[in-house]
């Protein structure tokens, strides 16, 4: 079964520092998502991507967080520079996009996720 | 007031009972739900997508109220691997639209 690779599974880092993740969607699917998720709480959207192009950011903090998934299939989140607050689960998740598969274009399969530590 | 509230739990309930979560969604052009279950420190997987008319698998059956802006999900004969957070998710709209989720309900299922 086609998986969402995601990398690294832990993370430690001291505030101040940069942090980078990386995801790799089910091959053909042309939406991507990046999630974080504290403990207790249901996933937050950060960013989603339509191929290569961004169609929302809107809770991403740009200050300090960007993400690129420059050839439309894997992508980078990166934090710099991390905060104590940024200690997360960092979820990827893919799902298809096909006009003609109605609901099931919405499902979204995620990825083992990182999780952040940040000291 | 969050976009999709849900019942946090815990329900801790006898192998073989019948349990049910709500969830409420506020905005009212919602085109698309689901139910994913969460296991402790795993990622999100979907349980299952929620119909206008209701849906069932198995012992799991999920009901859509439009006009009251909630989801239900059912879950007969409980059983001890039903123990998980169950995270309701509301979509934007029906084009891979934004997605928002619950903070979930937690279910522990007792012997």
């Known amino acids: 079964e086609a998986e969402v690779a995601q990398s690294p599974r832990y993370k430690i880092t001291e505030k101040s520092q940069a942090v980078a993740f990386w995801c790799d969607p089910i091959?053909?699917?042309?939406?991507l998502y990046w999630y974080r998720q504290i403990l207790g709480q249901g996933p937050e959207l950060l960013v989603q991507?339509?191929?290569?192009?961004?169609?929302?950011d809107s809770q991403l903090p740009k200050d300090r967080f960007s993400a690129e998934r420059l050839k439309g299939v894997d992508s980078t989140l990166k934090i710099q520079p991390a905060e104590l607050g940024d200690s997360a689960m960092y979820l990827c998740?893919?799902?298809?996009?096909?006009?003609?598969?109605?609901?099931?274009?919405?499902?979204?399969?995620f990825g083992a996720g990182t999780r952040l530590s940040v000291l | 007031r969050k976009e999709v509230e849900q019942d946090p739990g815990p329900f801790n309930v006898p192998e073989g009972a019948t349990v049910a979560f709500n969830c409420t969604y506020s905005?009212?052009?919602?085109?698309?739900f689901f139910w994913y279950r969460q296991d402790c420190r795993k990622e999100p997987k979907l349980l299952m997508s929620v119909y206008s008319s209701g849906n069932e698998d198995g012992r799991f059956t999920a009901q859509l109220n439009r006009a009251s802006q909630y989801i239900s999900l059912l879950i007969r004969d409980s059983k001890l691997s039903d123990s998980a957070t169950y995270l309701c998710v509301v979509n934007a709209g029906t084009n891979a639209g934004k997605s928002t989720f619950g903070d979930g309900t937690t279910l522990t299922v007792k012997p």
């Open positions: 091959s053909g699917h042309a939406t």
């Open positions: 998740a893919s799902s298809p996009d096909r006009g003609n598969m109605g609901l099931a274009k919405n499902i979204q399969y």
């Open positions: 905005n009212s052009a919602s085109q698309s």
């Open positions: 991507f339509q191929d290569e192009s961004v169609v929302d």
